[in-house]
């Protein structure tokens, strides 16, 4: 592993330079930024504090063909990825290469998901650290920081008129030599270790976690909840944008004899999500969907895979349209009264 360095006038040049791999990077798309696939170099942008939409699609993506049949045969067609087409994920931040780690534990889980363990395989993740956290921003509190190197292959850090480049993995060190980048020396990797420390200075907010996973279950018909869904508007975007969000819907979609079995992504703030066939829901109002939401992020996910789901990204309370705020949830959910433990 090593530590390397390239002009910034040169980002460019160094995207152009990695024709071995499909190489995404945060564009801007409309209103927003997200990591597209890069076309032209010169549009992906690095100066946006985080993409609006993180990059869990490239591992998850929102709708995918399993496999295709045709109505009669018995045979079936999967779609399963190509595992030797090398991908890379250049200008990830630390809290979303994190999400990844998080997420894979579901995709390994009971079923081993090959759709999403081959991307994660063929896939390095080059990082930039955060020089100047958002508003919303508390990884430190989920155990991670503006400069975390969870998860990646390489991290990057703005330093002026040059990027320092540190690799992490042989994919990282690989990635290095495609680029045909620079050595860099003591002075970029000091100047970076610095730079890393004010950035933890930065981060605004904060959430002692401690004893909250094991006190949510108490809550469960607690009516703190409704003074959070009372305003909820069901949009889902609270879901939608988070990097560990994972919820998805199976659904066969036929058209003459070809059809298709495919995987998309649904959201358990969704009236429909859980409506059985009979017609009954057990979360039939938002109070049900939100105290769902956080218990699974916050106390469910972290008893069966001992990590809590939340990388502190802040997009949840960022985007709410309602100003919904997580970490005004949990603290509430601190000082409530809890009774007998109950779970759904
Ligand atoms: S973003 Fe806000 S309004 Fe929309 S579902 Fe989430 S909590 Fe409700
Ligand atoms: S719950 Fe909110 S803060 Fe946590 S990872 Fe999801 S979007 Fe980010």
Not at 326 to 337: G, R, T, V
Request: charged fraction near 25%.
């Amino acid at each position: 592993m090593g530590d390397y360095k390239f002009a910034k006038d040169k980002l460019a040049e160094v995207l152009s330079s990695l024709g071995d791999y499909q190489v995404f990077a945060p564009t801007p798309a409309g209103d927003v930024v997200r990591f597209l696939e890069v076309k032209d170099p010169a549009a992906v942008t690095l100066e946006s504090a985080n993409s609006t939409v993180p990059p869990k699609e490239l591992m998850f993506p929102e709708t995918e063909t399993l496999f295709k049949y045709r109505l009669g045969d018995t045979g079936l067609d999967p779609s399963v990825p190509d595992a030797s087409a090398r991908r890379l994920v250049f200008g990830i931040r630390p809290c979303d290469a994190m999400a990844y780690t998080i997420v894979d534990n579901l995709f390994s889980w009971d079923f081993t998901d090959p759709y999403y363990l081959n991307r994660r395989e063929n896939t390095t993740l080059v990082g930039f650290a955060c020089g100047d956290p958002c508003a919303n921003c508390f990884c430190p509190s989920m155990g991670g920081a503006p400069a975390s190197e969870k998860g990646l292959d390489a991290l990057m850090f703005d330093l002026g008129d040059t990027f320092y480049v540190k690799t992490l993995t042989d994919k990282g060190d690989a990635f290095a030599k495609a680029a045909g980048l620079d050595a860099a020396g003591d002075a970029e990797s000091k100047a970076a270790e610095k730079q890393a420390e004010e950035a933890l200075g930065k981060v605004k907010r904060s959430i002692d976690t401690a004893g909250i996973p094991e006190k949510l279950p108490s809550l469960y018909d607690h009516p703190f909840w409704e003074q959070f869904s009372d305003r909820c508007l069901s949009c889902g975007i609270c879901t939608f944008l988070c990097p560990t969000c994972h919820c998805f819907d199976i659904q066969d979609e036929a058209e003459a004899f070809n059809a298709r079995r495919a995987r998309m992504w649904d959201t358990c703030m969704f009236a429909e999500y859980t409506v059985h066939t009979s017609g009954h829901n057990p979360r039939p109002t938002r109070k049900e969907r939100t105290r769902n939401r956080i218990s699974h992020k916050y106390s469910y996910f972290p008893e069966k895979f001992d990590v809590i789901a939340c990388v502190g990204c802040g997009r949840c309370i960022n985007n709410c349209p309602v100003n919904i705020d997580l970490l005004d949830i949990l603290e509430k959910s601190k000082q409530a009264e809890g009774k007998e433990a109950k779970t759904a």
